[in-house]
């Protein structure tokens, strides 16, 4: 349920000035019923709050001050929706199946087949599933359900009456995010999209993710986790985040609705059995999953996507009064349905 902003609480003068805009325009959209222009500036102002460094929250604060009136404001707005929130926030309507990969060896526990998944790094989307498995203890990060295929190919490491289920290899940055920065598409459309959402994500959560991410870098075990397949679908919808606590890698689940938390407990702490060859999941990239996540749930924005997405999917022809502008941006800043 979309949230009112709150009082602002900011000392500091350009933090105040911002905020204080973003105040005046959901003034301005309740006083005109607009439920768009509420959304837009709850995103901004909730991005204020959530960003989790104050150089980020400076770098909005100046964007923010600097629009002279509202159609920039409109834009900024925009921008962060389909460069920032868009970027986690899955198409709806996906499917998956368990990823595979036909020349991987025989899942057999051999040192032989341990070695490879060591030594190979991840480079797509079945390796980094596999050395996930392995660093995960072959079970859903969350639920602690084991991995189905896993277990087929090796029964003796599932404990008596342990829960077994389907898992799939979530990414915290997803893939879709790298598609298009090379080959033919150097320099195009989807090239300019991409390198947006990196430049979002640089001045919002103040880290250069894309020198981590870039290319094939973007199945680095950093950014994978193993989940079941309910917990990843509401993962990359932003109905599931991981809040950090002061433990190293011991994070506090949340969610948008107390339904979304089936088996899940309230912590849980991530180990691996070899921190330098099979890493944990990023805590700054969590961070920032984390903040989009709130972001998109107390401004409205996770609906208001979800509800672009449909209209993508139904939409051929744009309406000549206008109301499709918001439509036709998201669909020319390279939000697809994948």
């Not at 400076?58 to 001050?65: K, P, Q, S, T, V």
């Not at 070899?274 to 749930?297: I, N, Q």
């Given at each position: ?6 009082t ?7 933090w ?90 025989s ?49 003796h ?10 898992t ?26 991409a ?14 993710v894309f ?60 180990t ?5 060859k ?8 969590l ?39 918001l439509l ?8 697809s349905?994948?």
């Amino acid at each position: 349920m979309p949230q009112p902003l709150p009082t602002n609480n900011y000392v500091f003068q350009p933090w105040q000035d911002a905020y204080a805009k973003c105040l005046h325009h959901e003034q301005v959209g309740n006083t005109i019923g607009d439920a768009t222009a509420l959304v837009r500036a709850r995103i901004l102002g909730y991005a204020m709050l959530e960003t989790p460094s104050d150089t980020g929250r400076d770098f909005l604060a100046r964007e923010i001050n600097s629009c002279d009136d509202d159609d920039e404001f409109e834009r900024l707005a925009t921008l962060y929706i389909t460069h920032f929130l868009r970027c986690f926030r899955a198409a709806t309507g996906r499917t998956r199946s368990p990823s595979t990969h036909p020349s991987r060896p025989s899942f057999d526990a051999t040192q032989e087949t341990l070695q490879y998944l060591l030594e190979e790094a991840p480079q797509n989307h079945a390796t980094a599933k596999q050395k996930a498995l392995i660093r995960d203890g072959y079970r859903c990060m969350l639920t602690g359900a084991f991995d189905i295929v896993s277990v087929k190919e090796k029964p003796h490491i599932l404990p008596a009456d342990a829960p077994v289920t389907f898992t799939q290899a979530a990414h915290i940055f997803p893939e879709s995010t790298n598609v298009g920065m090379s080959g033919v598409n150097q320099d195009g459309a989807k090239h300019e999209y991409a390198a947006t959402v990196w430049t979002v994500m640089a001045r919002f959560g103040d880290t250069f993710v894309f020198d981590e991410l870039n290319g094939p870098n973007v199945h680095r075990l950093e950014n994978v986790m193993t989940l079941r397949g309910d917990e990843h679908t509401h993962f990359e919808m932003l109905n599931l985040w991981l809040e950090s606590t002061n433990t190293p890698h011991t994070y506090t689940p949340q969610t948008t609705h107390p339904m979304y938390r089936w088996n899940i407990p309230t912590t849980v702490t991530f180990t691996t059995p070899d921190p330098e060859k099979l890493p944990l999941p990023s805590p700054d990239y969590l961070r920032l999953h984390a903040a989009a996540a709130r972001v998109a749930h107390l401004s409205g924005a996770g609906e208001y996507i979800t509800e672009i997405l449909r209209d993508m999917e139904k939409t051929r022809v744009l309406s000549n009064d206008g109301s499709s502008a918001l439509l036709l941006t998201a669909a020319l800043e390279g939000i697809s349905v994948h």
